[in-house]
């Protein structure tokens, strides 16, 4: 193993971060976040949880507390977006690979079905989505159980009752990984404001996952995500939602970018 990690006491492996602006993005590529992901598992963790941040989710943190505090205390903050590539190579990081919820959840999944198992809830999307997920999971990884799924209210906010409702329905099945699908901000800051009452070894929030992986929404070409425009291809298909994030909020933090680099050039 290289140096992106230490061993501590409890034979934990511990990440080498990169600031971002002022968040912790791990260096890891994505064979080194699959095992220590995979450590967790295997020794009982309970409750961990990882994000997955972009330039807009990171711009948008900093003027959002309960988002920026669900980001700061992740166990694991992977590098989601070729924007935080760019961003490490200013800020003069080591960051070169962008690695997104999709490639997360499929080569864990890959991983352990081969290894005998684990046990899945899907919480988000549609009660149809979610049948779907659960039927492509029996044909794909018929290794893993799919212990659940929920599809809550469509809304910005739940109550108290709707929350506690969403939890006793996963501590019924205590699954070895719930994973979210809610779209950000919404699912870290769920994630986190909920994660201590939660009978799970691991906590996913993966966003649009849930629609790539049924098909609903297709993942642009390979070509796009291997030079660092399936922002582009996704844009294009659809525009309505996700120009202000191409437009607006992403040349914000480039601007942050440049300006925490200015800082830190002039610092003593």
């Not at 061993?7 to 260096?27: A, W």
Request: net charge positive.
């Amino acid at each position: 193993m290289n140096n992106l990690f230490s061993q501590q006491g409890d034979n934990q492996l511990k990440f080498i971060n990169e600031d971002i602006i002022g968040f912790r993005v791990t260096r890891a590529n994505l064979s080194e976040c699959l095992l220590q992901i995979c450590s967790w598992l295997s020794e009982g963790a309970k409750q961990k949880y990882f994000v997955t941040a972009n330039p807009h989710s990171l711009y948008v943190a900093r003027y959002d507390h309960l988002f920026s505090e669900a980001i700061k205390n992740a166990d694991l903050v992977i590098p989601d977006g070729v924007g935080i590539v760019i961003a490490s190579k200013i800020l003069g990081g080591t960051i070169c690979q962008r690695i997104t919820g999709s490639d997360i959840f499929k080569s864990l999944s890959s991983l352990l079905n081969v290894r005998g198992g684990a046990s899945y809830f899907f919480l988000g999307s549609t009660e149809q989505n979610l049948i779907s997920i659960k039927e492509r999971m029996e044909m794909e990884y018929p290794n893993i159980t799919v212990a659940g799924t929920f599809s809550p209210p469509f809304k910005d906010d739940f109550s108290e009752i709707e929350n506690n409702q969403i939890i006793n329905v996963i501590n019924k099945v205590h699954p070895d990984i719930l994973w979210i699908g809610m779209t950000a901000p919404k699912q870290e800051k769920w994630a986190y404001s909920y994660r201590e009452k939660l009978d799970v070894k691991l906590i996913g929030p993966v966003g649009a996952l849930f629609d790539f992986f049924t098909g609903r929404i297709k993942r642009p070409h390979p070509w796009f995500q291997r030079h660092g425009l399936e922002w582009l291809a996704r844009l294009m298909h659809e525009p309505r939602r996700l120009w202000r994030r191409n437009f607006i909020s992403n040349p914000l933090f480039m601007l942050k970018v440049v300006q925490y680099r200015l800082k830190q050039r002039i610092k003593p």
